[in-house]
């Protein structure tokens, strides 16, 4: 059984997109601004903790912000977008430029104050370890005569 990414908008963003592309003359003109960046994430939970993985090719370790408050996790960041001239004989520009961000919502389980966040070879993952389960208190009655 193959896994598949959840895209909880992507037919409504693929329909807008080509909404959008109906007015515009040249066809060589790039069908994307900087708002249609969203870094594609994975979510993966285990016994002791939950895990993000976030693409964010060509996204420098620096300019990646996250942050835990109020039980959201936000991923936000900027990816430089580079002049292209015409001289170079570009036909049309796909690669996304520009801010992005995005939030999660934490669980109660969350222990926010040990998140640990690593980037490598364009990937962020974000290790967000379980606070241990309080196991109820068992109280013993004591039987009076």
Excluded: C
């Excluded at 959840?6 to 997109?17: E, K, T, V």
């Excluded at 420098?60 to 015409?86: P, Q």
């Excluded at 222990?111 to 364009?122: E, H, L, Y």
């Amino acid at each position: 059984m193959a896994i598949q990414r959840y895209r909880p908008y992507s037919l409504l963003d693929n329909l807008q997109r080509e909404m959008s592309t109906l007015f515009q003359s040249p066809a060589t003109e790039t069908n994307f601004s900087e708002e249609d960046w969203t870094p594609a994430v994975d979510i993966q939970e285990n016994a002791e903790s939950y895990i993000i993985h976030a693409d964010l090719p060509g996204v420098k370790a620096a300019d990646i912000e996250v942050t835990a408050e109020n039980g959201l996790l936000t991923i936000k960041g900027v990816r430089d977008s580079k002049k292209v001239e015409e001289k170079d004989n570009y036909k049309r520009i796909e690669r996304f430029s520009g801010s992005f961000m995005r939030r999660f919502t934490l669980p109660e389980t969350a222990d926010v104050d040990n998140i640990n966040a690593a980037s490598r070879d364009g990937v962020l993952e974000l290790t967000i370890p379980k606070m241990p389960q309080l196991q109820p208190k068992r109280i013993e009655v004591n039987v009076q005569q």
